[in-house]
Structure formats: structure tokens, C-alpha cells
């Protein structure tokens, strides 16, 4: 068996750069799960409340045809919840209606699908000596890190805001005129910047937690421990202990959802002041990428 | 534009004239615990035998030189890159195939090994080509198609093979690659590598299998709780310290023997016509002593040991510190 009868080639080409190394290896992460067809059903489950909201849209405009209002579609009376109104009950003109849904009234469906897609990356990896070969080549952690931040990123823009932009397009197109375009298009930006804010938040912990083990089932149960436990927690010093909304800031998922709220100049639920919001939002951040970094030196997982 | 001088240059048949690796006084530590313990060798262009029994230091060995392992002392340039300063372009240069099962089962064969084109820098199409091409190479027909997972050991070792070959690197890492092979496999993968040798790739091997590094390097490195026992060609590291030479003659054997022994030069009878005798320095006697008994020399050599003695010999001389980082 020659070398040359097979056509081994001297490769006299360029390298690449880093950036498009880490721009495969997240394709690459993006693709494992979407061609299977069990997360495809998984993922539809995780979008229920986009689709209900697709449904309330053509209810609006093609069953009732622009009368839902009329018939108590878009009454905000008496389901206003703290101090705003729900998702659901709040207009299909409003920014809530696409901002708010999987945030207000599916966070469960956020915590297990950012478990699925987030807290079993690395662990995965880490099961099938795969970071051996990733360490081994021209990348280095960081790089990898970074890779799997920005597919487990995109992983959750796929259930907090593409979904919600379909739904818009899809009002824009069924309503009977271009007002609704016309009041709503400015929410635009804001959607796209405060659901990147907490996708890009969510991703960093949930990655970072799964950083420290080879199981991806103990990851993906740790974060949602994490996730559960806290806010319980945070709950019960809300209600029962100190009554005093700041005692939310022990929960993860509120300090992120409050701060995704505020930065959308939405009113936030609990109004947690954000002199106290995002310094703790910054050492959960920064906390989670020293855990990162640990758990990721060459040294200590090419072992 | 200049080229970098470090860059490997030179035709696939034109041997790197520098040594490909360099250690010195490189130490590697483990909290308490030393893996390597100033170790300074240089490995010259070809294929070199990384030699030691289990925890000796040649995978920590492997992981400095990659730039993986920070050394506490010392320094190590492969291929002229600096391996803690300039490990990711040194990483685009080297192939590395690790001795664990290391695979993404998800991903079919092809898959595997573009990823592993695209990481060391290739781009899209290149890679994609290049991975069809060492998949043949290795011998993985159809079966590149199939996700890892479902693969058995002789495929994934072709697989790992194929991940560290694709990028054309100058230098090779490999850490038992003919683990799992059945014969029939491992001889095509030796053949496989020796090719490579011939073309002009270097190639540092990690094998318990002695006999492949005998068919297959010119050099050996021998490691031993963290330190180096000896560097040197095979064939001066296998050769009998020496002292005897391996003749074949046809003819009165009887009375060869008979004379041998008279002079005090005989050492064994191996049988069949060939004698173990000591080496006095002065071949021309021996053929004196044929000529006295009308025998005819069919071949004299040096007498070379296996691989297999010299690494149990040498090894056993120096007491290791069993368990420690491989």
C-alpha cells in the first residue's frame, strides 16, 4: 500500500483563521442536535408558547378578523399581574406580546431546554474524550469555550426569539393593514438585544456549569437543581421572611430575567433597583467563567 | 512575502535536517508528584520510538511537547516552534493520536475527520477532499458514512489515525496506534507509516508493542520514572554490548565447534549451522579458523538482541515508581 497510490497530498496551502474554527465548531454543535428528529419534537414542545401565540394571531386577524379585541381577546383588565399585564392578555401591538410569553409564562420550558442544549455541551465532550482532540489541534480552551458559548447562544435564540419574530412577520402579513407594521416595527431592536442578553447569559452559566463533569444527565440535573432550588428559595425569603423583592436576587433566573426586562425599558416584575441587579448579574458572570477556566485547563482534562 | 523559517519547507522526500523535537532539562511536575524529571533529547528527523513501562512519563512527555503541560523548569521546541509560547501554531504542524478512545459517536466517519481538518486550520472544501483521501489512505471504504459510535476498535483506530493524518502534518504523535487491530490491520497501518517515513514524515511512536517500533523506527528514546535511559539508534541500542558475533557456516560443523571452543571463542551453538562467538576484535581469525577446518562462511554479523530484551534489561537495571501520570 504506496502513499501515492491513495493520493496523499503535501497540503501547501493557508491556514485558516481561529475564528472560523470556532465558527464550525459551533455549526457543527448546532447541527448534532437539530438533526435528530427526538429534539425536533422536544424543541416544538419548548416553543408551545410561540405557538400559542401564532394562534391568538390568527384568531385575531383571519377568524375574528381584527375583532378579538371586541370580544375580550385584548382585555388587560383584571389579568394584570404585579405590576404589568401578562403576555397573553396584553395586544398583539404590544411588546410583551413577543418579548414576554416564554419568559413570563414558560420558564420552565427555558430552564429544561437550556438544560438539553446547554448543560450536557461540554459534559458530553468531556464523556467521549473528545477535548483531547479539540486541546490537540489549533484551538485552545478559550477558543473551545467560545465555540460552545456561541451554539448554545444561538440554541436558545431559537426558542426565545426566532419563534417570536415568525410570529410577527406572520401578523404583519395576516393584519388587514400596515399599522400594525408600522407601531410595532420598532420593536424590533429591543426584542433582538434583550433576548440576546438573556440567551447569551444563559448560555455562559449553563455551559460554564457543565464544564465539571463527563455526565451530561448530572449536568443538565445540576442546572436545573440550580435553577428550582434557588428560586424556591428566593421565594419563600420574598414572601415569607424578609418581604422585600431584593430577596429575588438569590434566584438565577430572576436576576436574569429582570435584568433582559430592564434593558428593554419594560417594567420588571419585581423591580429589583439595578444598582443591585447587575453587579450580581457581573460575579455570577464572572464567577462562571473562573469556573470555566478550571475545569478546562489542557493539563487537567487530556489527561 | 518571507516565509517563516520555521515553517517546515522542502520536498515530502527530503528529510527535515534539524531535529524535530528538542527537550531540555524539562521537568513536569504534578503537585508533589515529578513525571518527567530533567529530561533533555533530541529526536532526529524519522521515526522514533518512545519507550517506558506504564507511568514511566511518555505521555506526559507527549502532552509538554504539545504544549498542553506547562514544565516547572526547562523548555521544548518542536519543529523550531517554542511548545509553551507558540502551542496553537505548532498544533497546526503536528498530528496527534491519542492512545484513549477519543470519537464523536454522533458524527459519521467523514464528519470526524473533517472537524478534524477544519480545527488544524484547513479550509472547507480542502478539508472535505483531504478527509476522503486519508479515509482511503487508512483503509476506511464505505464505512465513513456510519456514525462512530457504531464502529469497532480496529475502525476507530483507522478513524484516529485518519484525524491525525489529515492536516499533512510533519510530525506525528502517535500513542499505540495499532491498538485493536487485528494482523491483517496492523500490518497495513506499520506499512501505512513507514510509507509516510519514507515521504519525509517524522514520527514519534508510544507503543508497548516492541515489535512494532523495531519494524518501524530508527531511533529509540527509553523513559523510566520520569527519566531518560538511554537515546540512541536501534540498531546501536540493540546491538550486544559489543562482545559477539553471529556466524553461519556450511560444512564439518563438528569440527568448527570442536576448534571454536579450543580457542576459547565460542559463546553458544544456535543450531542449524550457526554459532554465538566472541568478538575479539580480529574477524580475520574466524576466518582463519574456517579455512584450518574446510567450512565455508555463509554470513557474519554483529550479534543483535530483540527489542524486547534490551527494554526488559534496561528497564529492570532501574527501579520506576510504579502508578504515576503515564
Not at chain 2, 535511559?229 to 554490548?241: D, N, R
Not at chain 2, 563438528?254 to 553458544?268: S, Y
Request: net charge positive; hydrophobic share 45%.
Amino acid at each position: 500500500m504506496g502513499v501515492q497510490d491513495f493520493g496523499f497530498r503535501v497540503y501547501e496551502g493557508g491556514r485558516t483563521s481561529v475564528l472560523s474554527r470556532i465558527l464550525h465548531l459551533a455549526r457543527l454543535e448546532v447541527g448534532r442536535f437539530f438533526r435528530s428528529k427526538k429534539f425536533l419534537l422536544f424543541f416544538i414542545f419548548c416553543i408551545l408558547p410561540a405557538l400559542m401565540q401564532f394562534v391568538l394571531v390568527f384568531l385575531e386577524f383571519v377568524v375574528f378578523e381584527g375583532s378579538g379585541k371586541i370580544l375580550g381577546m385584548d382585555v388587560p383588565g383584571g389579568a394584570v399581574r404585579m405590576h404589568r399585564p401578562g403576555p397573553f392578555q396584553s395586544g398583539i401591538s404590544s411588546f410583551v406580546f413577543y418579548f414576554g410569553p416564554m419568559l413570563e409564562t414558560g420558564p420552565m420550558l427555558v430552564w429544561l431546554y437550556s438544560a438539553v442544549v446547554g448543560a450536557g455541551s461540554l459534559a458530553r465532550d468531556r464523556a467521549e474524550n473528545a477535548l483531547e482532540i479539540y486541546f490537540t489541534r489549533g484551538i485552545q480552551p478559550m477558543h473551545y469555550y467560545l465555540s460552545k458559548w456561541l451554539a448554545v447562544t444561538f440554541l436558545l435564540l431559537c426558542q426565545l426569539l426566532f419563534p417570536f419574530l415568525v410570529v410577527w412577520i406572520s401578523a404583519v402579513f395576516l393584519a388587514p393593514d400596515w399599522t400594525l407594521f408600522e407601531k410595532t416595527v420598532g420593536y424590533l431592536p429591543r426584542l433582538m438585544y434583550g433576548q440576546l442578553f438573556i440567551a447569551g447569559t444563559l448560555a455562559l452559566w449553563t455551559t460554564s456549569l457543565s464544564s465539571s463533569t463527563s455526565s451530561p444527565r448530572f449536568a443538565a440535573m445540576r442546572w436545573l437543581g440550580v435553577f428550582f432550588v434557588f428560586r424556591v428559595i428566593a421565594l419563600i425569603f420574598y414572601k415569607r421572611i424578609f418581604r422585600d423583592s431584593h430577596a429575588m436576587l438569590v434566584s438565577p433566573w430572576n436576576i436574569v430575567k429582570e435584568a433582559g426586562f430592564w434593558i428593554v425599558d419594560e417594567p420588571t416584575r419585581y423591580q429589583i433597583q439595578e444598582i443591585y441587579l447587575f453587579p450580581v448579574w457581573f460575579l455570577l458572570c464572572v464567577a462562571a467563567l473562573l469556573w470555566a477556566r478550571h475545569n478546562l485547563q489542557p493539563g487537567r482534562v487530556v489527561a | 512575502m518571507l516565509s517563516d523559517p520555521r515553517e517546515p519547507t522542502g520536498s515530502p522526500t527530503e528529510p527535515l535536517a534539524e531535529p524535530t523535537v528538542v527537550l531540555e532539562d524539562f521537568t513536569v511536575r504534578y503537585g508533589r508528584f515529578t513525571a518527567v524529571d530533567r529530561v533533555s533529547f533530541s529526536v532526529p528527523p524519522g521515526a522514533c520510538g518512545l519507550l517506558g513501562k506504564n507511568g514511566a512519563g511518555k505521555s506526559s512527555v507527549l502532552k509538554a511537547v504539545l504544549g498542553l503541560l506547562k514544565p516547572s523548569s526547562g523548555r521544548a521546541r518542536v519543529l523550531g516552534f517554542d511548545a509553551q509560547r507558540e502551542g496553537l501554531r505548532l498544533r497546526d504542524h503536528v498530528g496527534y493520536m491519542p492512545e484513549r478512545e477519543a470519537s464523536f459517536p454522533t458524527l459519521s466517519g467523514l464528519e470526524s475527520v473533517i472537524l478534524a481538518a477544519r480545527l488544524s486550520g484547513l479550509p472547507g472544501r480542502e478539508g472535505r477532499q483531504r478527509a476522503h483521501e486519508v479515509l482511503f489512505l487508512v483503509g476506511c471504504g464505505e464505512e465513513r458514512y456510519r456514525p462512530v459510535g457504531g464502529y469497532s476498535t480496529g475502525m476507530k483506530q483507522r478513524i484516529k489515525l485518519a484525524m491525525a493524518l489529515v492536516h499533512d502534518p510533519a510530525l506525528l504523535f502517535l500513542d499505540e496506534p495499532t491498538n485493536g487491530l487485528d494482523p491483517g490491520g496492523r500490518a497495513e497501518i506499520l506499512a501505512l507509516l513507514r510509507d509516510l517515513v519514507d515521504k519525509g514524515k517524522s514520527l514519534i511512536l508510544s507503543s508497548h508493542i516492541l515489535s512494532d517500533v523495531e519494524g518501524l523506527c530508527e531511533h529509540v528514546v527509553l523513559i523510566d520514572a520520569g527519566r531518560i535511559l538511554a537515546q540512541e539508534p536501534l540498531s546501536t541500542f540493540t546491538a550486544t554490548a559489543g562482545s559477539a558475533l553471529r556466524v553461519g557456516v556450511h560444512g564439518d560443523l563438528l569440527r568448527f565447534q570442536a576448534r571454536l571452543t579450543e580457542l576459547d571463542l565460542l559463546e553458544k551453538d544456535l543450531g542449524k549451522g550457526q554459532f554465538l562467538v566472541r568478538d575479539d576484535g580480529e574477524p580475520g581469525s574466524l576466518f582463519g579458523v574456517a579455512m584450518s577446518c574446510g567450512v565455508q562462511i555463509r554470513f557474519l554479523e554483529k550479534d543483535r538482541r530483540s527489542l524486547t530484551d534490551v527494554f526488559l534489561s534496561t528497564v529492570g537495571k532501574h527501579p520506576s515508581t510504579e502508578g504515576g501520570q503515564g
